[in-house]
């Protein structure tokens, strides 16, 4: 009996330590996000890649749809039953949930000193004291050109605003092409890909954004009036209609061929080389004249945070700091071309479109969308009051210094730079 009571020991013993042994090597890091087109990425590359190198640490990737993000995402946090990664929307939305201390402070995690405090501008504090976010990626504005058009026509890829201007004349007097592909109707087309494109060489980046935010700039100076006086010189090369002319509508009149020129972010290219089917290049916003100091849009668009509340924060950690990895950065950069890694380690794109819009970084200097920090927390809300803004430029109903206007006034009724 002795033996049996020894040997029902030793088993117990036995499947308790079998089961502390899965238990350690089973933890389980949940990643909560609004990228759902990314899963397939996510399961055949980043996930074998982190889990081959770490043992015992499991990652599932569980996104949302988009437009049902930010609502499931506070409704779980609230519950306690976010995800332990949570996937961090650009400046406001993601500082609130660090504001709530949702998310944890990751100022000092390993690898966070691989990104410039520019690549860190979205998902850091206000007093630039704090980074709650890892940085995954930005998209970059410039212009995407069918290149089959341009060597039929004999066109040179401008490189300053007499140039561009040239080129659209010669695509307008030749009539085979819609000179330039950007319609009206959705708003946020001028000013995402008309406004903030051209804009930051006028308004000199980050120098003009955070002059516009400390109040030493207003919206009705001329470096942010004079980018709505280009854009109200597109208007004849837009083709017929482009009021009524949607987002999608626009898409597919430069990928059918019908268009020359595209006013782009580079988030288009996974989907124009499914469908384009002549060779495309990018150039970066024309600059006044040769030798100018250039400016682009290298706007954060996706990062990744920790949930205050992980059962699992150390595992976490280790994620997120392969998430700051030059690996990393290789990885996601490829798997998604026009997502472009902020990591200070030079990524080599796979896609020559991609690799194009990067190099760019090379001999420009980066900012973000002037309107999407601080600008835009009150009513009326400058980002979306600029959409409608550009639009009317475009349009004609509203003349630069209008709009300009319309926008400063918008502004000083709530926001007080300094407070």
């Known amino acids: 009996m002795k033996k049996n009571v020894l040997k029902g020991l ?5 499947l308790l330590t079998s089961v502390g042994f899965a238990h350690a090597a089973d933890v389980t890091l949940t990643v909560e996000s609004w990228r759902n087109d990314d899963l397939q990425i996510w399961q055949e590359k980043i996930i074998p890649a982190f ?39 650009p400046f406001d939305a993601s500082l609130d949930l660090f504001k709530k201390k949702q998310l944890t402070d990751l100022t000092a995690l390993k690898g966070m000193d691989n990104f410039s405090p520019v690549a860190k501008a979205a998902w850091t504090t206000d007093d630039g004291k704090s980074t709650f976010c890892v940085p995954m990626a930005s998209v970059i504005h410039g212009f995407i050109y069918n290149k089959d058009a ?10 300053t605003r007499d140039e561009f201007f040239a080129v659209l004349d010669k695509l307008k007097a030749d009539g085979t092409y819609i000179p330039m592909a950007m319609g009206t109707k959705d708003l946020w087309e001028a000013a995402t890909m008309g406004y903030q494109n051209i804009g930051p060489n006028y308004w000199k980046g980050e120098d003009g954004r955070l002059a516009l935010i400390s109040g030493k700039q207003k919206l009705t100076d001329a470096p942010w009036v004079d980018p709505y006086k280009e ?5 004849p090369y837009l083709g017929d209609g482009f009021e009524a002319q949607s987002y999608s509508d626009s898409q597919n009149l430069f990928t059918l061929g019908k268009a020359a020129i595209y006013p782009a972010g580079s988030w288009e290219i996974a989907l124009f080389n499914t469908q384009a089917q002549f060779k495309m290049g990018a150039f970066p916003p024309p600059v006044a004249k040769a030798g100018d100091t250039a400016y682009i849009s290298d706007h954060p668009d996706i990062g990744v945070g920790l949930n205050a509340k992980s059962k699992h924060a150390e595992e976490a950690k280790k994620f997120l700091s392969w998430v700051a990895s030059d690996e990393f950065a290789n990885i996601y950069a490829n798997a998604l071309p026009g997502f472009f890694s902020l990591n200070s380690h030079p990524v080599k794109m796979s896609d020559p479109l991609a690799q194009e819009f990067v190099s760019w970084r090379d001999n420009h200097k980066s ?45 000083d009724s709530w926001f007080k730079p300094g407070k």
């Open 367 to 411: 900012t973000v969308r002037s309107t999407y920090q601080i600008l835009s927390r009150g009513t009326p809300n400058l980002e979306n009051e600029t959409w409608t803004a550009s639009a009317n430029v475009i349009n004609g109903t509203d003349t630069p210094e209008q709009a300009a206007t319309k926008l400063q006034k918008g502004l």
């Open 150 to 159: 341009f060597d039929k026509l004999g066109l040179k890829v401008p490189a």
């Open 231 to 235: 854009l109200a010189k597109w208007k």
């Open 10 to 14: 030793l088993l117990a013993s036995s």
């Open 51 to 89: 889990e081959a190198k770490n043992p015992g640490i499991k990652i599932v990737f569980s996104p949302t749809a988009p437009t049902e993000y930010n609502a499931s995402l506070n409704a779980k946090l609230e519950a306690g039953s976010a995800g332990d990664i949570i996937t961090c929307r």
